[in-house]
């Protein structure tokens, strides 16, 4: 079976632009989740979907940045306007459901905003 | 709410010797404990996972004890590897999130042949 896919895998911006990430979750999970990685904050959870559900939208996160889950089998993460704070990894990670099953992360995005 | 303290990397260490990284966690349900490792360009991976108090949990001979008194989950390996070289995160789950993990902020461990 094919594990997360995320693309790009590299996406460079000017300040002020927007941008979109892409995830394909494993076939069949239920669960997405969006994270932003630096090496300040560790991973910080961006959003979290359920049967494509929003159950969660990190707080700090919300003003721009927005996920969405357009089917079962895709989703985007937008931000807009990014800023250069915004620089990080964004990683993408699906789940079974039912209960504290396994993340699979796929090999995430490296944004840099300049 | 849900927390998890671990290490503060670096930690440097020569082929050969042994590792811990320390995690300790505060919740006030009954978690689910997990180690994950990331390999540099890769996404985290599970480790290993335990979910009752007291067990221990293992892989690629990595091992971690789940001391619910002490509220720690330390990670430890007896002889490490170049290959061991990875970020290593600490992380809990409650049923009450559903898959939600709290992670720590990840233990950098560098290993020289």
């Known amino acids: 079976d094919a594990g997360v896919t995320q693309t790009p895998r590299h996406e460079v911006a000017e300040k002020g632009q927007t941008i979109i990430l892409k995830c394909e979750p494993v076939?069949?999970?239920?669960?997405l989740f969006w994270y932003r990685q630096t090496k300040i904050q560790g991973l910080e959870l961006l959003s979290y979907?359920?049967?494509?559900?929003?159950?969660?939208d990190g707080g700090a996160f919300k003003d721009r940045f927005k996920a969405e889950m357009l089917n079962s089998s895709f989703s985007t993460l937008k931000i807009q306007p990014t800023e250069p704070k915004d620089s990080a990894v964004y990683l993408c990670?699906?789940?079974?459901?039912?209960?504290?099953?396994?993340?699979?992360f796929g090999p995430g995005t490296r944004l840099t905003v300049l | 709410g849900d927390s998890v303290t671990q290490t503060e990397g670096p930690v440097t260490l020569s082929e050969g010797t042994s590792l811990t990284v320390n995690c300790s966690y505060e919740?006030?349900?009954?978690?689910?404990l997990f180690w994950y490792v990331q390999y540099p360009g890769e996404g985290p991976q599970l480790l290993f996972k335990?979910?009752?108090?007291?067990e221990k949990g293992s892989n690629r001979g990595f091992e971690a004890t789940y001391n619910k008194e002490a509220t720690s989950f330390h990670l430890q390996k007896a002889s490490v590897q170049e290959s061991d070289s990875a970020v290593y995160y600490c992380?809990?789950?409650?049923?009450?999130?559903?898959?939600?993990?709290?992670f720590g902020i990840g233990t950098r461990v560098l290993v020289r042949p």
């Open positions: 919740t006030k349900q009954y978690p689910t």
């Open positions: 992380a809990l789950g409650v049923n009450s999130a559903g898959n939600k993990l709290t």
């Open positions: 076939s069949g999970h239920n669960d």
């Open positions: 979907f359920r049967s494509k559900s929003l159950m969660e």
């Open positions: 990670a699906s789940s079974l459901g039912g209960g504290l099953y396994e993340q699979y």
């Open positions: 335990v979910p009752k108090a007291n």
